[in-house]
């Protein structure tokens, strides 16, 4: 079966500091990869979207970026994080191979940039 | 413009009553998906229904229905027999090729 990890679940971070959050994928190949962003009460921003290695789109254009160096891996990183950065990250995967056709979320990050 | 639109910030519904979420959307392309997610305030996501541009019924789930009209382009979610667990967030989502993309949402609270 399927399974998606995201880490660290909760980060409290300074205004200026580098990040990096980590999202893998398990029991499946060539999934599309996701980064969303939720503020509080909010609802889902697409940020990144991949559909193979090295194979990144934006939605918003950002102090953040996103790598996906591996198959079943995708990196959400940033040089300097601002307060508005702040919010609920989640990773999702899907993919259309065997009649899946929804998203499939990971439990997220909650980010919080002081 | 918005892609997905939700109306209704919050609903209310009764329990044991049926409810009746609103989405529209908008799209050029003629291959697209329609999806409903709830995020109960754990925050995890949780798949609900899905509709297909070319599916020619109305997807049903369980309790969850899904009304979807083409030439509206709307998709509203309909929960039947509420229960006090429907209380959540309830986002719609569409898929054109790889890109999902969000609604706002609504927050439904079941009163008992």
């Not at chain 1, 940033?78 to 307060?83: C, D, N, Q, Y």
């Not at chain 2, 979610?77 to 898929?95: E, H």
Request: net charge neutral.
């Amino acid at each position: 079966s399927q399974t998606i990890h995201q880490w660290p679940a909760t980060l409290v971070q300074p205004v200026g500091s580098p990040l990096s959050l980590e999202c893998t994928v398990e029991g499946t190949s060539n999934p599309n990869l996701y980064w969303y962003r939720q503020a509080a009460g909010r609802g889902l921003q697409l940020l990144f979207y991949s559909v193979g290695i090295g194979q990144i789109s934006s939605e918003v254009p950002q102090n953040l970026s996103a790598s996906r160096p591996q198959d079943r891996q995708f990196i959400l990183s940033s040089k300097k994080l601002l307060l508005s950065d702040s919010g609920f990250y989640l990773c999702a995967w899907s993919t259309l191979a065997g009649g899946i056709r929804e998203q499939f979320f990971g439990p997220g990050t909650r980010l919080t940039v002081l | 413009a918005q892609k997905i639109t939700q109306t209704q910030p919050g609903m209310f519904v009764q329990e044991k009553e049926a409810v009746t979420l609103d989405c529209t959307y908008d799209t050029s392309d003629p291959s697209y998906g329609l999806f409903w997610y709830k995020q109960p305030s754990s925050g995890e996501m949780i798949f609900l229904i899905y509709q297909g541009s070319y599916d020619q019924q109305n997807a049903t789930e369980g309790r969850y229905s899904l009304n979807f009209q083409k030439a509206r382009k709307s998709a509203n979610l309909v929960i039947s027999a509420s229960q006090l667990g429907d209380s959540a967030m309830y986002f719609c989502a569409m898929r054109e090729g790889p890109e999902v993309t969000f609604g706002t949402g609504t927050k439904l609270q079941v009163i008992p």
